[in-house]
C-alpha cells in the first residue's frame, strides 16, 4: 500500500514538474507561442496575466547558495530572496519575458527591483497594492483600481485585449484548481492521511509553476485515487507547518520519512500551502472586482495582516490557524521560520501565545537556504518525543 | 595641535528643555486626565490633536532612539528581547520599545527610568514590514485598542484621486474610531489649526537642512538631531541663528576650516553617538553635514517629478496656503495625505530602487559632499532598502563611499574601535590626514 | 632608512624590517596571543636580530590593524587597508584587487596605478569567507590542515553547503561525514563555498587584474582554484614571501 502511493504518477509528476521547472516553461513556450512572466508574491492575480495567454510561474530559489547575491543584496535579508536573486543572476529566469509583483514584502521587493535591472526582461510591472487586508473596508476598492491598470498594462504589453470571457475562463480554471487543492488538503483531515506534507507541497509547488489546465487534470485523477486508497504508512504525530515562504521539501522528506519518530504534516499554513488556494473568487459581473476582492480577502500574508481596533488580536490569519488546528486535530506545530524574515518573525510570538492557548506544542526552526539535517534532526525528534509523551500521558 | 569644537548653537539648550518636557509630559499625561497615543513617528500627529488640546503623543522611533543613547539600558532592553524569544535581527527599535512597554519601563532624557505609560491608544502609519505588527503586539497584550494606516499607494509622481482617496477615507474612519475609543468629541477646528502646524513644520524642516548646502556648513548632523523631532521649540530662533552662520561664513567647526563633507546615509548609531561624529569632528577637521535620513525623514521637499528623478527643493509652505484653504475635516485630511504622500522624502522610497538612488546621487551634488559613509544597519530595513544599489551607484561614478556595520540601537553590535578603523581608512582614501599630524 | 611594519592580526602578527624601501631584511609571523605588547615587543627584538640590525638603526615603526598605544614603540599607525593596498603593490606594481583573506576577516582593495587604494570592502560580522571557517571544518573533520586544500581538488562531486553561517555550515558537514561522503568531496565543497564568499565581497567593488590574494588563506591551493573559477581570471599569490607578511611590508612602507 505505502508503495503504491509513494509510485502514484500524479506526485511523481508534481515531483518532476517541480525539478524540471525551467524545461517546462520554455517547452510550454515553444509549444504555445504564449510568453511566460515570472511573478515574485502570490499577491499577484495571475488570472489576468493566464487570461493574456501568459504562463505565471513563480519565482523560487533553487536552493544552491551562491553568494554572488550578496553583491547587491543585503546580506541579513531573508535566504529565500537571496536565492531568488541568486538563481536569476546565474541566468536561470533568462527565458522569462517579464517579471512581475505586487507591495509585497520588502525583501521580495528588493528581489523585483533587482531582477529588473540586473536581468533583461522585455516587461516588468509593479503593482501598488494595499499593505492592509485586514479589517480594511476600503482595500478593495482601491485594489480594484490597481488591478484595473494591471489589466491594461497586459493588454498594452501583449498588444490584446483581454476580453470578458477570456478572464471568465481564467478564473474558473484558477478556482477550479483552488477548489481540488482544497479537496485534497480535506482528506488529510481523518487519521492516516493518504498524503504526506512532502506530497502536499510538491502539489502546491507545482501549481505555482506551470499550466493550471494541466495541474487540474492531474489533480483530478490524483483526488479520484486517494478517495480509493488507504495509507498504511505510520502516521505518528500529526504536525502542522507554519511559514512564510517555503518550499524546502528536504524537510519535510527529514521529518516525514528518516528521522526515527514517525510523523505527518497534515496542514502547511504558508504561501507555497494553503494561504495560495484557500478561498474561491466570488461571482460578480465586475470581474477585477471580484479579482480584487479575492486577493484582499485571502488569508494573509503576514505582512499583511493586522489590527486590534478593541484591543484584542484581530489577525486573520491567527483565526484560521486555530480553527485548521482544531479540525485537523493537530499534535504538534512547527514555526518554519526564513531567517531575517521580519513579518513572520513578529507573528511568531502571537502565534507562540495562541497555540500556548490552545495546549498544542510548538517548535520554531530558522532557516536558511540548506538544511543542516544533523541539527534539525535532532531538535525535531526531540519535539516529537516530547509531543509523543504528551499525548501518552 | 588644532583644537576643533562644534560652534555652539545659542537655542540648544532650549530646544534641550523642551524635548525634556516632552518626555516628562507624555510621563504624567493620563495622571493630569490628558490623552496619550502612540505610533510610528510617522504617524501624522495632527490628527488625534482633535481630539482636545491635552493630547500627547509617543513616537516609537524618536523615543527608542531616546533610550538606545543610555547604552546600559539599551543593551539591558534588546537582552530582555533575547530573553523572551524575539528574533534578534527584527527592528531594533521595536525591540527596544517592546521591552519598554511589556517591562512597564520608560526612561526620560535625563536618564531617569519610570513607568511605561500605558497609552489610551495606539494609532499609526504603515509602510515598513513592521510598523503596525509592533504596535498590534503591545496593544494585544495589553488590551488596548490599535488601529494602523495603510499608505502605501507609490510613489507621490504617480498620485491619483484614487490613491489619495484611499488614505483619506481611512482617515476619516479613524478619527471616529478615535471618538469611540476615547469617548471624547473631535474638533475640526483644532484639526485644521494641527494640520496647518504639521505642514509648516515639514516645510520649516526641509529649508532648515538646506542651509547645510552652503560651504561651510552652517550646522553639523548630530546637532540636528537635537531639533528634528520636537514640533513646538524656538524654531525662528534657531533658523535666524543659521541664517546668519550662513551670511557670515561660520560654519559647524569652529578652529578649523572645513576639511572635508561627509554625508550619511541611515539614521545614526544612537548609542555611540559622539564616539562617531566627533571622532571624525575633532581628529579630522571633517564636517559630517548630514544623511539622507535627517534630510528627508522630516522634511517636505518637491520630490519625484514625472521622470523619477528627486528634486531637493523645498516646498514652500506659502504654496501650501495657497494650495489648501481649509475649511472642514475632509479638506484637513486630504491636504495632510496629499502632502505626505508626495512630499515626504523618504516615503519615496519604498517604491522604487531607481528614486532612492537618484535622490541619493543628487544629494551629494546638491550638498558638496566630498564622500558618503554608508551605514549597514542590521536594526532597520525599512530604510536600508536599496542601500547596496546606490552604493554601487556611487562607486561607479567614483564617488568616494565606503560602508560600515552595526545596529543603530544596539550597542552590543557597535564596534566602536572597528568604527573608527572605518573613518580612518575613509580619511585616508579621501586623503584627509589627521589635524595633529599636520601640527 | 631602516623601517618596522607591524601587522598585528587576531590569529597571527607579522612582521617586516625593510631597508630603504626595497630591501626586505628580517621577517616573522608568530601566533598574537593575549598580550600585544610583549608579543609586539618580543618579535621586534628577534626580527631585528634576525635581519642584523640594531635597535637605535630603525628610523620608523609603523603599526597596522591595531591602534598605535598599544605598542609603545611604535612611531605610528596606519590603517590595515593602507598597508595592504601599499604592501601588494610593493609585490607587483600592475596589482589592481587585493583580497586579503585573513583568519577572521576578508579585505578586496582596489589599487590605482600609483599604489594608493581607492575603494575597499570589508566581510562584516560573520566569520563565513574567513580562515576561522576553514579552521572550523578541519576541527570538525579532524584532518591536518595543511592538506586539506589539495585534498579538495582532489574532489569530484559539488554539494552545496551554507555559505553564510560558520556554524550551520559546521553542521552540515557533520552530517556529511556520518553519511559517509568522501573527504574530498566535503573538502571541495567547503572550498567552493568558502570561494564564493571571499569572491562576493570583491566582487563588491569590482574585479580588475591583476587580481592578487594575501594572507594566511592565500596559502590555500584549493582556496585559490575555486576562487579563479569564480571570478574568472588569474588569482596571483606572492611567491618571494610568504602571503600573510605583505600588509605588514605595506605598514613599513607608511611612513
Known amino acids: 500500500m505505502l508503495k503504491l502511493i509513494e509510485n502514484l504518477s500524479e506526485l511523481k509528476r508534481f515531483s518532476e514538474w517541480v525539478d524540471t521547472r525551467h524545461d517546462y516553461a520554455q517547452r510550454w513556450k515553444k509549444e504555445t507561442g504564449g510568453k511566460v512572466v515570472g511573478y515574485i508574491c502570490t499577491y499577484v492575480p495571475e488570472e489576468i496575466l493566464y487570461a493574456a495567454n501568459i504562463l505565471p510561474v513563480r519565482i523560487l530559489g533553487s536552493k544552491v547558495p551562491d553568494s554572488s547575491s550578496r553583491v547587491y543584496h543585503h546580506d541579513m535579508w531573508c535566504p529565500f530572496s537571496h536565492d531568488c536573486l541568486s538563481t536569476a543572476l546565474r541566468g536561470d529566469f533568462d527565458y522569462l519575458d517579464g517579471i512581475v509583483t505586487t507591495l509585497s514584502c520588502l525583501h521580495m521587493r528588493q528581489v523585483f527591483w533587482l531582477m529588473r535591472d540586473k536581468c533583461e526582461f522585455d516587461w516588468s510591472y509593479f503593482i501598488p497594492f494595499p499593505h492592509g487586508t485586514t479589517n480594511n473596508p476600503y482595500a478593495e476598492e482601491y485594489a480594484a483600481s490597481e488591478l484595473e491598470n494591471f489589466k491594461v498594462a497586459v493588454e498594452e504589453w501583449t498588444g490584446s485585449k483581454i476580453t470578458k470571457s477570456d478572464l471568465e475562463a481564467s478564473i474558473e480554471i484558477y478556482n477550479k484548481n483552488r477548489k481540488l487543492m482544497k479537496k485534497i488538503y480535506e482528506l488529510r483531515k481523518g487519521d492516516n492521511p493518504p498524503i504526506t506534507g512532502l506530497h502536499s507541497m510538491e502539489m502546491v509547488l507545482a501549481s505555482q509553476l506551470v499550466d493550471k489546465k494541466a495541474h487540474n487534470e492531474v489533480l483530478e485523477s490524483l483526488l479520484e485515487k486517494l478517495e480509493n486508497v488507504e495509507s498504511d504508512r505510520e502516521q505518528g504525530s500529526r504536525l502542522m507547518l507554519i511559514g512564510s515562504e517555503n518550499d524546502d521539501r528536504d524537510f519535510m522528506r527529514l521529518v516525514e520519512y528518516e528521522i526515527n519518530y514517525p510523523a505527518t504534516f497534515v496542514f502547511e499554513e504558508h504561501c507555497t500551502g494553503a494561504r495560495y488556494f484557500w478561498s474561491q473568487i466570488s461571482q460578480n459581473n465586475n470581474l477585477v472586482e471580484a479579482l480584487a476582492k479575492y486577493y484582499v480577502d485571502r488569508i494573509p500574508c503576514p505582512s499583511k495582516d493586522w489590527g486590534a481596533a478593541e484591543g484584542k488580536d484581530e489577525r486573520r490569519r491567527f483565526s484560521f490557524i486555530k480553527e485548521i488546528a482544531k479540525e485537523y486535530r493537530v499534535d504538534g506545530t512547527i514555526l518554519m521560520q526564513q531567517k531575517f524574515c521580519n513579518p513572520h518573525e513578529l507573528d511568531i510570538p502571537g502565534l507562540r501565545d495562541l497555540f500556548k492557548e490552545l495546549n498544542i506544542p510548538t517548535y520554531t526552526l530558522e532557516f536558511d537556504q540548506t538544511t543542516p539535517v544533523g541539527q534539525f534532526s535532532t531538535r525535531v525528534e526531540a519535539f516529537l518525543e516530547s509531543i509523543g509523551e504528551e499525548i501518552l500521558f | ?439 | 632608512m631602516i623601517s618596522v611594519g607591524i601587522d598585528v592580526g587576531s590569529k597571527y602578527t607579522k612582521v617586516i624590517v625593510i631597508k630603504d624601501d626595497k630591501e626586505i631584511l628580517g621577517k616573522s609571523i608568530d601566533e598574537t596571543g593575549f598580550d600585544v605588547k610583549a608579543k609586539t615587543t618580543e618579535m621586534f627584538k628577534s626580527t631585528l636580530k634576525q635581519a642584523g640590525i640594531n635597535e637605535k638603526e630603525v628610523g620608523n615603526v609603523t603599526v597596522t590593524a591595531i591602534r598605535k598605544e598599544l605598542v609603545p614603540f611604535a612611531n605610528r599607525e596606519v590603517p590595515k587597508v593602507v598597508a595592504i593596498a601599499k604592501g601588494a603593490y610593493f609585490i607587483s606594481p600592475n596589482v589592481r584587487t587585493v583580497i586579503d583573506a585573513g583568519a577572521e576577516e576578508v579585505v578586496a582593495v582596489k589599487v590605482a596605478e600609483d599604489g594608493k587604494f581607492t575603494d575597499y570592502a570589508v566581510s562584516e560580522k560573520c566569520a563565513a569567507g574567513s580562515g576561522a571557517f576553514i579552521d572550523a571544518m578541519v576541527n570538525a573533520l579532524g584532518e591536518p590542515y595543511e592538506k586539506f586544500g589539495e585534498l579538495a581538488l582532489e574532489g569530484t562531486q559539488d554539494i552545496p553547503i551554507n555559505d553564510q553561517c560558520v556554524i550551520f555550515a559546521e553542521s552540515e558537514v557533520v552530517g556529511l561525514v556520518s553519511s559517509n561522503v568522501p573527504l574530498s568531496n566535503i573538502s571541495r565543497a567547503i572550498h567552493v563555498a568558502l570561494a564564493d564568499r571571499i569572491s562576493s565581497i570583491a566582487k563588491k567593488i569590482g574585479i580588475e587584474e591583476e587580481v592578487m590574494i594575501i594572507g594566511g588563506l592565500a596559502n590555500d591551493v584549493g582556496l585559490i582554484t575555486f576562487m579563479e573559477k569564480n571570478l574568472n581570471v588569474k588569482v596571483n599569490v606572492p611567491s618571494e614571501i610568504k602571503p600573510q607578511l605583505v600588509t605588514a611590508i605595506g605598514a613599513a612602507l607608511s611612513y
Not at chain 2, 583644537?3 to 516628562?24: G, L, N
Not at chain 2, 494609532?123 to 494585544?140: E, G, L
Not at chain 2, 548630514?290 to 523619477?308: H, R, V
Not at chain 2, 554608508?374 to 525599512?382: A, I, Y
Open chain 2, 1 to 439: 595641535m588644532t583644537e576643533v569644537k562644534i560652534r555652539p548653537i545659542k537655542v540648544w539648550d532650549e530646544f534641550k528643555k523642551v524635548r525634556a518636557k516632552y518626555y516628562k509630559d507624555i510621563s504624567e499625561a493620563k495622571e493630569k486626565g490628558g490623552l496619550l497615543w502612540s505610533g510610528s513617528g510617522w504617524s501624522l500627529a495632527n490628527i488625534p490633536s482633535g481630539l482636545g488640546d491635552d493630547v500627547y503623543f509617543l513616537y516609537g522611533e524618536p523615543y527608542a532612539a531616546t533610550l538606545a543613547w543610555f547604552k546600559d539600558y539599551a543593551a539591558e532592553s534588546q537582552e530582555y528581547m533575547d530573553q523572551i524569544g524575539v528574533a534578534r535581527d527584527a527592528c531594533s527599535y521595536l525591540r527596544v520599545y517592546w521591552s519598554s512597554a511589556l517591562r512597564g519601563t520608560f526612561i526620560l532624557t535625563d536618564g531617569t527610568v519610570v513607568k511605561y505609560p500605558e497609552p489610551n491608544f495606539y494609532w499609526t502609519v504603515h509602510i515598513c514590514d513592521s510598523h503596525a505588527k509592533w504596535y498590534q503586539h503591545i496593544a494585544v497584550r495589553r488590551g488596548v485598542p490599535m488601529k494602523a494606516l495603510d499608505v502605501c499607494v507609490g510613489p507621490g509622481n504617480q498620485l491619483n484621486e484614487k490613491k489619495i482617496r484611499y488614505v483619506v477615507n481611512q482617515l476619516h474612519d479613524s478619527i471616529k474610531w478615535m471618538e469611540k475609543v476615547t469617548g471624547r468629541e473631535y474638533s475640526d477646528e483644532l484639526l485644521i489649526k494641527r494640520t496647518y502646524q504639521a505642514l509648516e513644520y515639514m516645510c520649516r524642516w526641509s529649508r532648515i537642512v538646506n542651509y547645510n548646502k552652503s560651504v561651510p556648513a552652517p550646522i553639523e548632523e548630530k546637532s540636528l538631531f537635537s531639533f528634528y523631532t520636537v514640533f513646538e521649540g524656538p524654531w525662528d530662533k534657531l533658523e535666524k541663528e543659521i541664517q546668519e552662520r550662513v551670511k557670515k561664513g561660520l560654519g559647524a567647526l569652529e578652529g578649523v576650516e572645513e576639511r572635508g563633507r561627509i554625508l550619511g546615509d541611515m539614521q545614526p548609531p544612537w548609542p555611540v553617538l559622539t564616539e562617531f561624529y566627533r571622532y571624525m569632528e575633532y581628529k579630522y577637521g571633517v564636517n559630517p553635514i548630514g544623511s539622507l535620513y535627517i534630510y528627508a525623514i522630516a522634511g517636505a521637499w518637491k520630490a519625484l517629478d514625472e521622470k523619477g528623478n528627486f528634486v531637493w527643493e523645498p516646498v514652500k509652505f506659502e504654496e501650501l496656503l495657497e494650495k489648501y484653504e481649509l475649511t472642514n475635516r475632509d479638506e484637513a485630511l486630504r491636504a495632510t495625505a496629499e502632502t505626505f504622500l508626495r512630499h515626504h522624502g523618504m516615503w519615496q522610497t519604498f517604491y522604487d530602487s531607481s528614486f532612492k538612488r537618484k535622490a541619493v546621487l543628487s544629494m551629494t551634488e546638491e550638498w558638496k559632499a566630498d564622500g558618503m559613509l554608508l551605514f549597514m544597519n542590521r536594526g532597520c530595513e525599512g530604510l536600508a532598502i536599496s542601500q547596496l544599489d546606490y552604493y554601487h551607484a556611487l562607486r561607479e561614478k567614483g564617488f568616494p563611499v565606503a560602508t560600515w556595520e552595526g545596529n543603530f540601537a544596539d550597542p552590543r553590535d557597535l564596534d566602536i574601535p572597528k568604527i573608527h578603523h572605518t573613518i580612518d581608512t575613509f580619511m585616508a582614501r579621501l586623503g584627509i590626514n589627521p589635524l595633529d599630524s599636520e601640527s
